[in-house]
């Protein structure tokens, strides 16, 4: 009988959002810490949270004056032109005047005048000031962009927890490999200790050569298998110094309180559904939703009444800088909009919103259900496997005290060598089991943290 390990017990789990709670890690609240620090994905978020700040400067400014300064200088040549008959009137009245003088005073021979409509050698330059002093939409979007930053605030806390749960998953993946290597290693050393044992044997002439072969070829075997492991081991580091931005090669520190982890006693299923369904963040964002989808119908309502600004400026106008004929302007004003008649928009608008809202209601129930079925489905599974880990532990001490006692025995003479190695098959088989289980009892107390999000 040869030992046989399954590799594929350390291929690493699927990488899902979860967030484990256990024993205080100083080790690994410190890897959570550099990579909330260091991950790019969350600076991404924090940029987009900076942007829509901006976002809402901007709309808070959009109460205040604005000042433009415009200036043009005109050449034109052609165009239309004005006809002005200065001949056709005043040279009849002149020669009437001359007439009744007896004079040739006034003139009788004025022509026509054409003028150019289109300035030439015009200067215009104004500095005009404005402020809205009724505007809805400007209120009103104020607020939506308030509430769309709060929608930030809320992406940057998710992101965040799906890292803390990514770098925990790592940092288990990487652990079970770990302590795959660690049992392999003590059935390596126990196999060497019979491989010694059995070559004194043939020296004295007490066994066949046939004994070493066999045991050789187990060594070999599970030599075989801890490269594999420890292939496995280098992809769980390089994915977890990534997740932490940093050399990939970076060494990993153990964490005792996590090798060392107990079982911890489930809540009640009732009381852990209540804290999903009030905690979620899933839950605030469609709140926020809504109050955005509530001040959008309001702004859009408001749209119907008019607004109202001031006005008003400083200039200078003149034609080939001829100050003498032109000169200072000043204005000031107020200006009205009022849209009447919008063809029947608004209410379309309205009604897309309105629309909208039944989404958010139905999304919010269907997270209700998605909660509560996640809840039931991981606190059965976690107490399922406390069973499970509670027989593991009375299956490794029965099946260190048979090994152990077989293993006597042999020494002994009193005992074969297949006996031995099914007693080693057994023992290692029982550990590597206890291993996986209890990795597995982490990452589902991952998933009941992360669902009820403590």
């Known amino acids: 009988m040869r030992i046989k390990i399954s590799i594929l017990l350390f291929i690493p789990f699927q ?74 009137l005043f040279n009849p009245v002149y020669g009437t005047l001359n007439q009744l003088t007896s004079s040739t005073n006034f003139p009788t021979n004025i022509e026509n005048e054409k003028i150019q409509l289109t300035p030439n050698n015009y200067l215009d330059l104004q500095l005009s ?73 043939v020296k004295y002439d007490k066994a066949t050569p046939d004994v070493l072969s066999d045991v050789e070829y187990q060594i070999a075997n599970l030599q075989s298998q801890k490269a594999m492991v420890m292939e496995q081991q280098n992809l769980s580091k390089v994915y977890f110094n990534l997740l932490l931005n940093r050399s990939l090669d970076a060494e990993i520190l153990i964490d005792e309180n996590v090798l060392n982890s107990k079982i911890r006693e489930s809540r009640n299923i009732t ?23 509530s001040l959008n119908q309001k702004r859009i309502d408001k749209e119907k009444k008019p607004t109202l600004g001031i006005f008003g400026g400083i200039g200078l106008q003149t034609e080939s800088f001829n100050f003498s004929n032109g000169g200072q302007l000043f204005t000031v004003g107020l200006g009205m909009n009022w849209d009447l008649i919008d063809g029947g928009m608004r209410k379309k608008r309205i009604e897309e919103i309105k629309v909208d809202q039944r989404i958010l209601e139905n999304e919010r129930k269907r997270l209700s259900q998605k909660v509560e079925i996640e809840v039931t489905q991981v606190v059965y599974k976690i107490r399922s496997l406390q069973f499970r880990m509670q027989a593991e532990k009375v299956a490794v001490s029965s099946a260190q005290k048979s090994f152990d006692a077989i293993y006597a025995r042999y020494r002994n003479d009193k005992a074969v060598l297949i006996q031995l190695t099914q007693a080693q098959n057994s023992l290692t088989t029982s550990k590597m089991t206890r291993v996986l289980s209890k990795y597995d009892y982490l990452i589902l107390l991952s998933e009941l943290d992360r669902i009820i999000e403590k």
């Open 271 to 293: 009381s852990l559904k209540n804290d999903a369904l009030q905690s979620r963040l899933e839950f605030r964002k469609l709140d926020v939703g809504a109050i955005v989808n």
């Open 15 to 88: 990488f899902i959002s979860l967030s484990v709670c256990y024993a205080q890690s100083d080790i690994l609240n410190n890897y959570i810490k550099d990579a909330l620090s260091n991950n790019l994905s969350i600076q991404s978020e924090i940029l987009k949270e900076e942007k829509q700040y901006s976002k809402v400067e901007q709309a808070n400014k959009l109460w205040k004056p604005t000042v433009d300064l415009n200036a043009s200088y005109l050449f034109a040549e052609g165009g239309r032109e004005l006809l002005f008959p200065l001949g056709d």
């Open 129 to 201: 000031i404005s402020k809205p002093l009724i505007n809805s939409s400007i209120k009103y979007n104020q607020r939506i962009q308030n509430e769309l930053l709060r929608i930030n605030v809320l992406n940057i806390e998710l992101s965040k927890r799906e890292i803390i749960a990514q770098v925990k998953i790592g940092y288990f993946n990487y652990l079970k490999t770990f302590e795959g290597l660690t049992i392999l290693g003590e059935t390596e050393k126990l196999l060497l200790e019979v491989l010694n044992f059995n070559k004194k044997l």
